[in-house]
């Protein structure tokens, strides 16, 4: 299969990100290889991750996006307007397609580029420009194609997320967290687009014009952001049963498709209230469907670099995929029975008979083996005699703890046999 | 565009749930137009959901898969071997793309299948075998495909997942909500397919084989079900900070890849512990992603519809997808400013002067506008005098909150301007 040739403008992180991606393709499931044939920014000297020395430079990205050396103009300039817009609108009208991450870009002319892109008849794909790594923006588009959407609702703002997760969790000032966000790299210096809403409100429209077939006008969007949410705020409603979050979405009306961005209360069992920290997360509903959700990292260079270069990979030749995804070049791996240095704590549920001695009996046959216990939990005996023990073990290896169940076969005093399960690690 | 033309073999819940979408095809996001040409099913004069009176009529699913008036094959016969197999097989060396929803038939056969396709150049497609509504499948094989994937796990078996959530939530035994689950529909008559992690199984051997470009073979799965899983073993686990589940999982190991599943104890607060009743869930974790949650209604006929039409939606002739996937034949909706009868509950918060008749006043500019309080919180007033409290209101009205909103503009006592939040209603 022929290389697919990339000009990439822009290298900041993600642009960088996506470059070490391209250098270690042989690992990834591409449905073919890919190559990076140009490259732009706007300094050419800057120190960066990536070494870009052997690509050829362009001052210029609508230049780039012109060439006839690329089969795809990768966008990663970033703004609604100017160089971000020119170049994009060369390469579709070169018949090239565009994967962008520029979310601003989208939401803002993403109709009129739809227009282009389709005189052109070339895609113009943005995965990566809402909610950095989750696939939500093709399984919308594609998977879920056959829903009635009537909701897509969700968390689009990682540093929004942050804020407000932070502030109730630790009783600081908004304030005081907005900097500690910024020192931690999770908010900009300027973090008005974040925090105003705005950035939430432009992903929030992307979704809104797939879900709901609509015309995307962002000039109806309604827009409020975190700023007038105050400690106290949170707090009273956490005593209350809700957490405030920044939520984005739209909703199918008879008048149309309303989008809007604002601090809402969510109550504490609902499953959006639980979305900590800077990631996101997008719930669609509608029929037959019911509602599916989709939680991830919202930003960063890998995530974000991640869902760039998925949207790459469907650019190859269109003929049948792989019903595996799985394309000759890639080195198939065996299923294999079991993983031979895994060590895990486990759980250990046994019924002893009520008599002295069957307890240090159970706990000596585990010790014996090198599985110590964490916790343990006796209840009283049932009306049988048999009194229920749990047991949560310190971590140990695959060979112990085959070894201690082994011995617990053999002890003297078990009623039935035991329950033992393994102790899922911290997500 | 030329109508896509399907057979349909086998028309139980799900069979006749994609007849439906098709019949309201106008409401969805296709990339054009489909029709059911032939259909075919054990009995033709069964009473059905569907009116399949002017379909051709096939006695045998591989007569259909073999005509020459069908552009795909849709495979709802179920079973991993005998007829759904030999129909499969048929229509993929006739050069017709297949979309199934058989997660057995994949999980056994899906290797050689996925070549025989492959040979043809033909799409097999089978979304709807993991999970149901959850679009995991082509997220996995066609977003992702830039992640290395290091770990696929979930929960892929309402069934057992319902049965662990309500032993636990309601102190019944395994027998008790077993049956419950079978007289709700939530379990098959004979349920051993899903209790004993069969099911699961077969489902996390699929995704392993897509996230690991891995040869499928279903033979080293290890599969334990929920049959040993008792009460007791529930609420001792949850009395020492775990949530049993029963959990599907494919691991990259330096061997091979290690798929199986097993009940396991989550943290508390493991993501995954939360998901309760008969949802589905699926975590992919890798570089440079990080980690991805997908959530949703692993079964039924809706969301199982809805996956496999989103997999015959994959199979128009592929040029330049629309960018927001809105073709010519999608009517447009607008973007508009507001949800006009839209009702919500309210969180308020204020800070009011620390003197008598403050709280009065508030209460009767809401209560006059008819917003009335369902719960109200007051703090102690802080150095400057100001008392803050919080307010959640009943449901009410845009006109009604917009009132009252207006009134509070024009109260003597506030300190400084209200927050004024919408509530999220349940999920």
């Given at each position: 299969?022929?290389?697919?040739?990339?000009?990439?403008?822009?290298?900041?992180h993600?642009?960088?990100?996506?470059?070490?991606?391209?250098?270690?393709?042989d690992?990834?499931?591409?449905?073919?290889?890919?190559?990076?044939?140009?490259?732009?920014?706007?300094?050419?000297?800057?120190?960066?991750n990536?070494?870009?020395?052997?690509?050829?430079?362009?001052?210029?990205?609508a230049?780039?996006?012109?060439?006839?050396?690329?089969?795809?103009?990768?966008?990663?300039?970033?703004?609604?307007?100017?160089?971000?817009?020119?170049?994009?609108?060369?390469?579709?009208?070169?018949?090239?397609?565009?994967?962008?991450?520029?979310?601003?870009l989208?939401?803002?002319?993403g109709?009129?580029?739809?227009?282009?892109?389709?005189?052109?008849?070339?895609?113009?794909?943005?995965?990566a420009?809402?909610?950095?790594?989750?696939?939500?923006?093709?399984?919308?588009?594609?998977?879920?194609?056959?829903?009635?959407?009537?909701?897509?609702s969700?968390?689009?703002?990682?540093?929004?997320?942050?804020?407000?997760?932070?502030?109730?969790?630790?009783?600081?000032?908004?304030?005081?967290?907005?900097?500690?966000?910024?020192?931690?790299?999770?908010?900009?210096?300027?973090?008005?687009?974040?925090?105003?809403?705005?950035?939430?409100?432009?992903?929030?429209?992307?979704?809104?014009?797939?879900?709901?077939s609509?015309?995307?006008?962002?000039?109806?969007?309604?827009?409020?952001?975190?700023?007038?949410?105050?400690l106290?705020?949170?707090?009273?409603?956490?005593?209350?049963?809700?957490?405030?979050?920044?939520?984005?979405?739209?909703?199918?009306?008879?008048?149309?498709v309303?989008?809007?961005?604002?601090?809402?209360?969510?109550?504490?069992?609902?499953p959006?209230?639980?979305?900590?920290?800077?990631?996101?997360?997008v719930?669609?509903?509608?029929?037959?469907?019911?509602?599916?959700?989709?939680?991830?990292?919202?930003?960063?260079?890998?995530p974000?670099?991640?869902?760039?270069?998925?949207?790459?990979?469907?650019?190859?030749?269109?003929?049948?995929?792989?019903?595996?995804?799985?394309?000759?070049?890639?080195?198939?791996?065996?299923?294999t029975?079991?993983?031979?240095?895994e060590?895990?704590?486990?759980?250990?549920?046994?019924?002893?008979e009520?008599?002295?001695?069957?307890?240090?009996?159970?706990?000596?046959?585990?010790?014996?083996?090198?599985?110590?216990?964490?916790k343990?939990?006796?209840?009283s005996?049932?009306?049988?005699?048999?009194?229920?023990?749990?047991?949560?073990?310190?971590?140990?290896?695959?060979?112990?703890?085959?070894?201690?169940?082994?011995?617990?076969s053999?002890?003297?005093?078990?009623?039935?046999a035991?329950l033992?399960?393994?102790?899922?690690?911290?997500?």
């Amino acid at each position: 299969m022929k290389p697919l040739r990339l000009g990439i403008a822009g290298l900041g992180h993600v642009g960088c990100g996506l470059i070490e991606l391209v250098e270690k393709q042989d690992k990834l499931r591409l449905p073919g290889p890919v190559e990076v044939t140009g490259v732009s920014a706007r300094s050419r000297g800057r120190n960066r991750n990536a070494d870009i020395s052997s690509y050829r430079w362009f001052d210029d990205a609508a230049t780039l996006a012109g060439d006839d050396d690329i089969d795809v103009f990768v966008e990663l300039v970033g703004g609604s307007d100017g160089p971000a817009k020119f170049a994009v609108e060369t390469a579709l009208k070169a018949g090239k397609p565009v994967v962008t991450a520029n979310k601003a870009l989208i939401a803002l002319h993403g109709a009129a580029l739809a227009d282009l892109a389709s005189e052109n008849n070339v895609d113009l794909l943005f995965e990566a420009a809402v909610a950095g790594g989750v696939p939500v923006v093709r399984a919308l588009r594609d998977s879920l194609s056959a829903v009635e959407v009537s909701r897509v609702s969700g968390i689009l703002n990682g540093t929004c997320n942050f804020l407000t997760t932070e502030m109730l969790k630790t009783g600081r000032s908004y304030e005081e967290v907005l900097a500690e966000a910024q020192k931690l790299g999770y908010a900009e210096a300027d973090p008005t687009l974040d925090v105003s809403g705005m950035d939430a409100a432009h992903k929030a429209a992307i979704l809104s014009a797939i879900a709901f077939s609509a015309d995307l006008d962002f000039s109806k969007v309604a827009v409020e952001g975190v700023e007038g949410v105050e400690l106290l705020d949170l707090t009273f409603a956490d005593r209350l049963g809700y957490r405030i979050k920044l939520i984005a979405e739209g909703v199918l009306t008879e008048d149309g498709v309303v989008c809007r961005v604002a601090p809402k209360a969510l109550p504490h069992e609902h499953p959006l209230a639980r979305v900590n920290g800077s990631l996101n997360t997008v719930r669609v509903e509608g029929e037959p469907l019911g509602a599916v959700v989709l939680t991830g990292p919202g930003a960063g260079a890998g995530p974000t670099a991640s869902a760039v270069m998925g949207d790459i990979a469907k650019l190859f030749t269109p003929s049948a995929r792989p019903a595996f995804g799985r394309a000759d070049h890639h080195s198939g791996r065996p299923f294999t029975t079991e993983i031979n240095d895994e060590r895990s704590a486990y759980f250990l549920r046994v019924r002893l008979e009520d008599r002295s001695g069957a307890l240090a009996e159970l706990t000596e046959a585990l010790a014996a083996e090198g599985v110590s216990v964490d916790k343990l939990m006796q209840d009283s005996a049932d009306e049988n005699g048999a009194a229920p023990i749990a047991i949560v073990t310190h971590v140990c290896s695959n060979a112990e703890i085959n070894a201690a169940r082994k011995r617990l076969s053999g002890l003297s005093s078990p009623i039935d046999a035991p329950l033992l399960i393994r102790i899922e690690a911290a997500a």
